[in-house]
Each structure stands twice: as C-alpha cells, then as structure tokens.
C-alpha cells in the first residue's frame, strides 16, 4: 500500500521494487503513476475516474483497480500539455467538496478541479 501521512508520501518498498501483483508491466513503469498519485493527493487531488473510452486515464484514477475503458497512462499532463483529468470519484473521491486542510505545517490547496 502507497499513502500519503501529513506531508510525509510513503511508498511500499517491496511494491516499489517488484512492483504490484495487480499491475503486468515492469516495476520501473508501476513507479511513475505511484509517485505521480501520491504526490497528487499530496497536492490535494481526490481519486478521478475515467474520462472515457480511449482517454488517457488521469494519475488520481486508481488505475490498479481496472481501466474502465481508459488507456493506462503514468502522467499527469499529456505531450501537448493538457491535463489528464477526469470525472471525480472513487474510494477516496471525498474531494467532491472543495476543502483546505493543514497537516505538518503544509497548506493544501482547495481540491476544485
Ligand atoms: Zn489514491
């Protein structure tokens, strides 16, 4: 399990180096969309699910949990720029609600998007 504690991001060793049963490519590619995730919540983004089939699917969608007719995606922004976002929802969805929230000393940004 990967989370987020305060300002602290915690990522499972043991996943991070053998990468996860639920996920078939290599350890090296499950890294990326782990930290970009994380960090995102981090950030103050909730869980985000898929935006439609084909879409790239946004890092905050928990992508372990299927696809749901998105393509698997590790990035926030496209090559173009454009920010892969997508309908909220989720475990973890509460951002449905704009909210500010301090923890350790770190502000969080409202979660609007
Ligand atoms: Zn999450």
Redesign the pocket.
Known sequence: MNCRVGPTVVVNLRRWQLGSPEFEGPPDEYQAPIIN??VG?WLGYG?RTCPGTGRPAPV?M?QIKGLHGCVSNAWPYGEDGTFHDGPRG???GGSRRARTATAGGYQYAPDTR
């Open positions: 995730h994380e919540h869980h905050m928990q989720g475990r973890d």
